[in-house]
């Protein structure tokens, strides 16, 4: 990430993964999620942190999930379900479950199916925020499987020539293993910077470039 | 850097910014990503309503189907020697790929901690003072 988008020196907090994970998922617990949902949950989000994503780790991401749990946006106990299926493919009505840990879920299933016909591919609606999309990406690998995860939704970018926001950021997201070598991991949004770096700014009362928001 | 203010309310711009820097390739990957998320699950596009909702899409690609995975990772090594060996420009020190750099800040972070803002572990200390959980330790 740029220098511009990191904690000041003078505002830095040390704290250990196991530590912060540790705090994450009683959070998430006292949400109402059962444990395993709040260890993936967590684990997401912790799994921003260490990678340097501070957009997409506990700083930005934590206390808008505590508000949207206490505001009934995000379902802590989702009844989910598949709503048509293949082989290769599925849909999935989410019952508003916290992003992080439905596409971990559906992951899995895309990684079941790809097991037995060498594709998996699952769509996902009436979900929430799905943190950084990598950290699903991710999940394919540990199977050599090249995984590939994107989130849609909300309108806060302007299309080419328009005036007023219709888009989301929508990020993009491959993971390739790589054998010996760090695996290759692309998780990009489609606008400038992503949406998460424009709040961080604004938390960190920081300065940006231009071109990057109007 | 030109730097300025950030706007309260800030309209992102698609990746390239403007059409003479390729906003046009942005503004396209969105609306293909909208495709497989909203449209294809027939969730929503546009304006997230109820606020908050979203669509995702993912697949996984099974190695084994296409080639040897042995093989397939060994080429891939190969192809990240090839791209970090390019002789680097002028004011850069090396070529990196993606998620080289967060690999790197693994190590690091594995090792020293992870830097919080403290307005960060003060919202965790409320939090945790609210919900009747044990305190965020510090490294």
């Known amino acids: 990430m740029l220098e511009h988008f990191h904690v000041p020196e003078e505002d830095k907090v040390f704290v250990r993964r196991e530590d912060l994970l540790k705090t994450t998922t009683d959070v998430f617990l006292a949400m109402g999620m059962p444990l395993e949902d709040a260890e993936l949950a967590a684990n997401g989000l912790i799994t921003a942190d260490i990678r340097g994503c501070e957009t997409h780790g506990v700083s930005n991401m934590l206390r808008n999930y505590v508000e949207q749990f206490r505001e009934g946006k995000i379902n802590p106990t989702p009844n989910w379900k598949i709503i048509r299926e293949t082989s290769a493919v599925a849909t999935i009505e989410a019952d508003r479950s916290h992003g992080l840990v439905m596409c971990q879920r559906v992951m899995d299933i895309a990684i079941e199916k790809a097991s037995k016909v060498g594709i998996g591919a699952v769509t996902i609606q009436n979900s929430t925020h799905a943190g950084m999309m990598a950290y699903h990406s991710m999940r394919a690998m540990e199977h050599d499987m090249i995984g590939y995860a994107i989130t849609g939704g909300g309108a806060i970018m302007v299309p080419t020539y328009g005036a007023e926001p219709r888009l989301g950021s929508v990020p993009h997201t491959w993971v390739v293993p790589a054998g010996k070598m760090p695996p290759f991991v692309l998780d990009i949004s489609s606008s400038s910077v992503a949406a998460n770096k424009i709040g961080l700014l604004q938390t960190h009362r920081c300065k940006t470039a231009a071109g990057i928001a109007r | ?139």
């Open chain 2, 1 to 139: 850097m030109d730097e300025r203010d950030v706007p309260e309310q800030a309209n992102l711009l698609p990746w390239g910014s403007t059409l003479e820097l390729g906003s046009h390739k942005g503004y396209g990957m969105v609306v293909i990503g909208q495709v497989f998320t909203g449209i294809l699950s027939s969730g929503i596009f546009g304006l997230s309503d109820p606020p908050g909702n979203s669509s995702q899409f993912v697949a996984a690609f099974s190695i084994d189907t296409f080639r040897d995975v042995a093989e397939f990772k060994d080429s891939m090594g190969e192809f990240r020697t090839f791209l970090v060996d390019t002789p680097s420009a002028k004011g850069h020190d090396r070529v990196v790929y993606a998620g080289l750099p967060e690999d790197e800040e693994t190590e690091v972070r594995e090792r020293d901690g992870i830097p919080l803002h403290r307005e960060v572990v003060e919202w965790f200390d409320t939090a945790a003072k609210d919900l009747k959980l044990q305190q965020l330790v510090r490294a």
